[in-house]
């Protein structure tokens, strides 16, 4: 009998089960794909941006230095808008922060989260190990197929982080609901000739906005939000087309787009389940809850899922729980989840909204709302806590310590 058995090793799945484990505590991790398999990097490489409160996690998990040492600072963040006259810029150094956030490539972070993973003690990693089956009485019973075969854990929590789509909250039977933006984001890195050191920009268009995000050197992540024919168009383009249209959108504040790495496209869409917990299940990151990339929050999002868990869980024998005391902090988790989840999603649709809108009216108010930011300090700070997750209270993980 295990005590947590986590359903995915994706990013949320390996930190949950980094999070978890302690001595005399057993966890069992089971992933679908081959985690040893990883993608190249460069120029074709995702990347993801981390937040403050994700920090203070890789901190108390004693990650961050190894972590940081691949990261790319985020210090500035300049904001503009197409055609338009306002400006804002954010800086780390007005709040007292060293960063406002840091970009990785998701191949660096996997390997090192993999790593950390294989060589815990309490951690059994099943991968190329699917899901099948989830049954529930007294404890969870979880059955998946590895090497042609079923094989069967018993387990006193499920903890499903098998992402978006979730084949594991599809067995039991959890709605989800989807928002369709109608529109798509463009995805791709780029080596531009005039990099501005650990500086982030967010350019808003007609469309929707356009993010540059720092990797290091020349690279930057380019994250393009456009109308969903356009998005197919630029998509298709060669790499001397893409570069042009690219330039022409964007500008020239990095001087020239120089390189393009591979492009790939994603529909502007957010997902989220219609219960965050079945008894003994409890869902995490992308499968609890999946928001679009321009608000470039769901993993923050996810790692902040596995810290209220933490909190929740700290110091309980789990295989002792009746299933009343197990319903009790399920029922918690949701309550304090939920009222989170609502605030980042107001804020991210926020985002896609006020820039995205047509209207001239908007537009107006657009450019005086950046314009606005600007000028009044709080509302800044505001948005500035918001997009790192430091609105949102803290407990021992988000302080930095297990
Ligand atoms: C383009 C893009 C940019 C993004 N940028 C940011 C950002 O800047 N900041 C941020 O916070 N977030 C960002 N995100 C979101 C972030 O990438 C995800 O939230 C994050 O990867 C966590 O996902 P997850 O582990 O919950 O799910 P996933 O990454 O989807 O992982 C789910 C795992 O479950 C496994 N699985 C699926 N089915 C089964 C099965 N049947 N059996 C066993 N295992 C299974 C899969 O193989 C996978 O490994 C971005 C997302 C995209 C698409």
Known sequence: MRDISIIGGGLIGLCAALVMQHPGRRVTLVEAADLERQQSGGLNARSIA????????????????????????IRRIHVSARGRWGVTRLEAKDYDLDALGYVIENNALSRILLTAVETSDNIQLEDQAEFESVAQTRKVEIGYRKNKRIKKIETAIALV??????PTRSALDIEHHSVDYGQAVVISNVAVSQPKTDTAY?????????????LGGRLYACVWTLNLQPAATICALDDA???????????????????????FSLPLQRTRAESLQQRRCLLIGNAANALHPVAGQSFNLGLRDIACLYELLAARELTKLDNESIAEIAREYEILRLREQRQVIRYGDGLVTLFSNELPLFNQARA???????????????AVFTGMGMTFGGNRLLRGHL
């Open 50 to 73: 981390l937040s403050a409160s994700s920090v203070q996690i890789f901190r108390a998990l004693g990650l961050w230095s190894q972590i940081a040492a691949q990261a790319a600072p």
């Open 161 to 166: 982080a098998d992402g978006a789509r979730s």
């Open 202 to 214: 967010e350019r808003f268009t007609a469309q929707g906005p356009l993010a540059m995000l720092p």
């Open 241 to 263: 087309e893409f570069s042009a249209q690219l330039q022409d959108c964007f500008g020239y504040r990095l001087g020239l787009i120089e390189d393009v790495g591979q492009r």
């Open 368 to 382: 005086a709302g950046l314009g606005l930011l600007d000028l009044l300090p709080a509302l800044k700070t505001q």
